[in-house]
Each structure stands twice: as C-alpha cells, then as structure tokens.
C-alpha cells in the first residue's frame, strides 16, 4: 500500500466537500497557508476515491453531526474557527466527479 501526502485549501465556507480514499486517509493537520486553511491528508491514491464532507464553525456554533473527526482549529482575522470531518458523509464519486480538479490538490 503506497501513501502520498495531499494537501486540501479550503473556504470559509460552512459546508465543502474534498476527495478522500476509501479506508485509505488519516487527517495530519489544518494550518492556514498563505492566508488560507489547508487541510493534509495521508492517502492511498490506489484505493477507491469517495467524497468527505468538511465543516468549518465559528466558537461557539452549534455542531449538526456526532459522527465527525476533529481536523483542527485556526484563525482567520479576529475570528476563529474549527474543522471537522463529517464521517457520516462519505460517499463514492461519480464517473464525472473522479477526475475533478476543484477537489483535490495533491502537492504538499
């Protein structure tokens, strides 16, 4: 099994999806690069790739989901926000969504 490193910037956005691989991905860390959230992945590319849902709050917010996997806290300004992995999302992609460029990045 061969693991690469992927990077995942993100919006400030509620709600996003990103691509991950089935029972292949483990979150490392969430930092803002350059001014923008980023999360890395450890992933296996040679496993079936799914969709996962990533939720950003602000402190304080009310959380949807109990099934979800911290990824990290950052702040953006005079705000401060938190990301998680919503495991209750995860779902296979379609053909047209496979090679989609707009949800992976996979340069570290």
């Not at 979150?27 to 999360?39: D, M, S, V």
């Not at 496993?47 to 990533?54: A, F, G, K, Q, W």
């Not at 911290?70 to 926000?81: L, S, W």
Request: glycine letters at 4%; a negative charge.
């Amino acid at each position: 099994m061969s693991y690469h490193i992927f990077k995942y910037p993100l919006l400030i956005e509620e709600k996003q999806w990103i691509k991950v691989y089935e029972d292949a991905f483990e979150h490392l860390c969430l930092q803002l690069q350059k001014g923008i959230p980023t999360i890395w992945m450890e992933c296996n590319p040679d496993e079936t790739p799914m969709m996962i849902l990533v939720e950003i709050h602000p402190t304080g917010a009310e959380l949807d989901s109990d099934n979800r996997q911290y990824a990290g806290t950052f702040q953006y300004g005079d705000y401060v926000f938190h990301a998680y992995l919503n495991l209750d999302s995860l779902r296979y992609l379609t053909d047209l969504e496979v090679d989609a460029d707009f949800v992976e990045a996979p340069d570290a």
